[in-house]
């Protein structure tokens, strides 16, 4: 079979649907794939290294297996972002630092993926280490918008969100510490789901592996073997934290529709050893929580979570979205949680998570290190234990407070950006009205501080600006929540009709 055009619109829910049917095979998905991504891939940068000899060879042992035999994915491709390391595929952190390293064997995700019948085809584009929601690097430059190729596409997950708003992937990984995966999915209008920590395993599975994002995926394994990279790059990249079972950077799906993030969410999930805290598969499968259209009773809308500025079209939209609860029949009221000591904790917990992974390569490559990445390292040396311990008792109670909030409302929704897609060219958002951000990251303030919680959250579309830009929502379920969440957030997709707007060809700023 050669490229079929067809399949590209339809979802991955579908696409299993038809490999399971044997209508289609894996190799027809990827000739498919192959056509778009050198169609429409020269215009968005979302698609940096493509591996479909290693696809195809995959393809072809997953076929030879009986249909039930071929894993929740039935030969489904699947592109992973480029912090998660695949054996024998070049892996860079979009870091010049490691430009050439080939890993020798997968991130501890992409195993679980692969053992469900995925088949790894293409990495996608990412900022530096993942640090910085402006997906470009100084390895294969920006990734843009889209909707408008001259804007951001967010991060750092950016890669994937343009890749599947394009039609070049189904299904995508993603990471999200400060709102990685909810980021670029409201820039780009398609759906990106944090999972609570553990729900999803990822992180080196063994020696020979590099690590997973710099955001802290969970439970990576300390003092692994440290291979020389190809081309003389020097040495692979060490454990980034060495803090084993730390909750703040997760990896998650990101798809088109709420229905196919269950369906990835359900074949990423499950325990690994290389991650302590990653949680067996629980009983029930997501696609089965979405399928049963569970109403939440009472619904939060906040407009800024009273920690934030907002643009004030961004906030218009949202709320107006919001509103398809009420139509569904929900109570909504207007009501968050107090995150208002959210900066001290999280800009501390951040920069010992910058310094413990990065200080090595700060002393020794510094000149290839950009400078928000510089700026987070040398942050820490201002910080004391005394510090240290006044945020973890902060983190406590505030982890008590938003507990305390779930136990009246059955979901949060707010704004998952507090900006609509702004200029490629712009590293990060400065300032919002009369609002100056201290910093390169907190105008993403509205997302990671939700991240801080350890509850599940996802960016969902809410609808457009004047001049066509994406606005994303975010949902927020209670402790533990995916199923109820995924439940309301599908219901929420049909009333409001958006998820039919992907994929898209990109769009100049004239268009």
């Not at 982890?399 to 704004?415: G, H, K, M, Q, S």
Request: glycine content about 10%; aromatic content about 8%.
């Amino acid at each position: 079979m050669t490229a079929d055009n067809s399949l590209i619109p339809r979802t991955a829910t579908e696409i299993v649907a038809l490999l399971r049917s044997e209508e289609i095979s894996p190799l027809d998905l990827l000739d498919t794939l192959e056509a778009r991504i050198a169609e429409v891939d020269g215009a968005v940068n979302a698609m940096v290294t493509l591996c479909f000899d290693r696809a195809r060879r995959d393809a072809g042992r997953i076929m030879a297996r009986p249909v039930g035999e071929r894993g929740r994915l039935a030969g489904m491709p699947v592109a992973i972002k480029d912090l998660n390391p695949v054996a024998g595929v070049r892996t860079t952190w979009g870091s010049p630092i490691y430009a050439d390293f080939v890993p020798a064997r997968s991130d501890c995700l992409v195993e679980i993926l692969e053992a469900e019948g995925a088949v790894i085809y293409a990495k996608t584009n990412t900022p530096e280490f993942g640090a910085g929601a402006n997906t470009f690097n100084e390895v294969f430059g920006a990734t843009v918008n889209p909707w408008d190729t001259s804007r951001s596409c967010a991060g750092s997950s950016g890669g994937s969100a343009v890749a599947l708003a394009t039609g070049q992937a189904w299904l995508a990984s993603g990471s999200d510490l400060g709102g990685s995966l909810r980021n670029p999915a409201s820039f780009c209008s398609v759906i990106g789901f944090r999972p609570s920590p553990g729900r999803v395993a990822a992180g080196p599975a063994g020696p020979g592996a590099a690590p997973d994002d710099l955001f802290g995926i969970p439970g990576q394994p300390v003092g692994v073997a440290r291979p020389k990279a190809p081309g003389g790059r020097g040495p692979a990249p060490d454990d980034l934290f060495g803090i084993p079972g730390q909750p703040f950077g997760v990896a998650g799906p990101m798809a088109r529709t709420v229905p196919d993030v269950a369906l990835m969410l359900d074949a990423m999930t499950g325990f690994h050893p290389a991650d302590p805290i990653s949680l067996p598969r629980e009983a029930g499968r997501y696609v089965d929580a979405v399928a049963a259209r569970t109403l939440p009773r009472r619904v939060a809308f906040s407009r800024d979570l009273g920690v934030t500025p907002v643009d004030p079209e961004v906030a218009e939209i949202c709320e107006a979205a919001c509103r398809r609860f009420s139509a569904l029949g929900c109570t909504v009221e207007e009501a968050h949680p107090d995150f208002s000591d959210i900066q001290d904790i999280f800009q501390t917990w951040r920069a010992l998570l910058f310094y413990t992974g990065k200080r090595t390569l700060l002393e020794t490559r510094r000149s290839e290190l950009k400078p928000e990445v510089i700026w987070n390292i040398e942050r820490a040396s201002d910080i004391s234990v005394d510090d240290f311990a006044r945020v973890e008792l902060a983190r406590g109670r505030y982890i008590e407070r938003a507990r305390a909030f779930f136990e009246t409302y059955d979901l949060l929704v707010c704004p998952a950006t507090v900006v609509p897609p702004y200029p490629v060219e712009q590293r990060y958002v400065e300032r919002l009205g009369d609002h100056e951000f201290s910093n390169y990251v907190e105008w993403l303030t509205i997302a990671y501080a939700i991240t801080m919680t350890g509850h599940p959250a996802m960016s969902v579309p809410a609808g457009f600006t004047a001049s066509g830009l994406p606005v994303g929502l975010q949902l927020v379920g209670g402790p533990r929540g995916e199923a109820a969440l995924l439940s309301a957030a599908a219901l929420y997709e049909e009333e409001a009709g958006l998820s039919g707007k992907v994929p898209i060809v990109p769009r100049s700023p004239a268009g």
